[in-house]
């Protein structure tokens, strides 16, 4: 089982696989405002914006977090895209 943790680098926090170091998610704020998105990297690598969903604005940056993370809780329940 893949296992995660945060590193902030800059102005934002990256969720990474902890045996990798591939980057599979990020949280950042939007400009200067103190509203926080959040982004998860698919791993299709296609260069395109298949490769990104993005999980939406939250208002902190513990919520924009938990979301992160509560999407790789669930893939990781998943064989698919495995």
């Known amino acids: 089982m893949n296992e995660y943790d945060w590193q902030e680098r800059g102005t934002a926090y990256y969720y990474y696989d902890t045996d990798t170091g591939k980057i599979v998610g990020m949280v950042s704020k939007i400009m200067s405002n103190e509203i926080w998105i959040g982004v998860v ?13 993005h999980l939406g ?11 992160v993370e ?4 669930i893939q990781n ?6």
Do not use: M, N, P
Not at 41 to 53: E, I, V
């Open 77 to 82: 329940r998943t064989l698919i895209g495995k």
């Open 57 to 67: 604005q939250y208002i902190d940056l513990e919520s924009v977090k938990d979301a």
């Open 70 to 73: 509560h999407f790789w809780a």
């Open 41 to 53: 990297y698919t791993g299709k690598y296609s260069f395109t914006l298949d490769d990104q969903c």
